[in-house]
């Protein structure tokens, strides 16, 4: 995926603080704002701003529920692949889902479907189904399936998706595209149009750029605490970075910032923040030769 870095950082600095909600926020508070307003969105109808807001909590609290409420919306919008996939992942880590005849069989049902599920009425009554699917395995009443017939939620797929291991799953592709879309957001229109689109990249794939790119918006907000914590991921993922003095450095310089950051600080850390990364993205072995050889 690509970076935010080496995209030109606004130029005109705004004199005072940069005023936002999640500067003040937790991840969890952050999380827990964005899933009830997709459950609110989702009550009325309004099923495409729902998955959109539910991908968005993803990025801060990743639970068994927000994934399940974007594949319920998949379903109900149409996105039969992505539906799919999403059930898949969330019974790869809930074996009583996994095991269940019938969810096994609720899901075959959609991905039966063609791709774009245009019946619409189908839509509605496949969710009905996986939806008295996972009923009965609340209430203890789901017939087991027997482990042949075990098709969804078996395997370590999702290990695969979150690493970024398979770049050729549904899951990828589309987290691909919205980190693409993110960044054509980011140079027209700037960082806080840019935050919402990017924010839902992490429903789909957690790759070290993303994490990246995540800081590096919060920075530029001037959201010290998010991006601390975007950074901590991202080090996470390239524990090379332990070793870059630069990086360490900006990092205490970020959590020294004031909590909600005037646009001049921002902007200083921002510029830091390229360089001091630039080390532990490159290769870890660089295709270089380590002989002479003979004279041409």
């Known amino acids: ?72 919306c998949h379903v109900v919008l149409g996105n039969r692949n992505l539906a799919v996939a999403c059930l898949d992942r969330y019974m790869e880590h809930d074996l009583a889902f996994q095991e269940s005849a019938e969810m096994q069989a609720a899901v075959a049902g959609v991905e039966g479907e063609p791709a774009d599920m245009p019946d619409v009425r189908r839509r509605g009554q496949l969710w009905d189904r996986i939806a008295a699917a996972g009923q009965a395995v609340e209430k203890g009443e789901a017939t ?88 901590g991921l991202f080090q996470q993922r390239l524990p090379r970075l332990l070793q870059s003095s630069a990086f360490q450095e900006l990092m205490r310089d970020i959590a020294a910032a004031p909590l909600a950051m005037d646009t001049e600080t921002a902007h200083s850390l921002v510029l830091r923040l390229d360089p001091a990364c630039e080390w532990a993205l490159s290769p870890a072995t660089p295709p270089v030769r380590t002989e002479m050889g003979d004279q041409d």
């Open 1 to 72: 995926m690509k970076p935010l870095a080496k995209l030109a950082v606004a130029a005109a600095l705004v004199a005072g603080l940069i005023s936002s909600p999640a500067a003040h926020a937790s991840l969890e508070d952050r999380g827990e704002y964005l899933f009830r307003e997709g459950v609110r969105l989702a009550s009325d109808g309004n099923y495409q701003s729902a998955l959109e807001h539910f991908e968005r909590a993803m990025a801060y609290t990743p639970t068994l529920n927000v994934l399940w409420n974007i594949a319920c």
């Open 144 to 231: 087991a399936a027997p482990a042949e017939l075990r098709l969804y939620g078996v395997g370590s797929r999702s290990v695969r998706v979150k690493t970024g291991e398979d770049r050729t799953t549904t899951e990828w592709q589309r987290g691909n595209e919205l980190n693409d879309q993110a960044i054509g957001v980011y140079r027209s229109r700037g960082p806080e149009e840019a935050l919402p689109v990017m924010e839902r990249v992490l429903a789909y794939s957690v790759d070290e750029v993303v994490y990246h790119n995540m800081a590096r918006l919060h920075l530029q907000l001037g959201h010290r605490d998010f991006a601390i914590a975007f950074l």
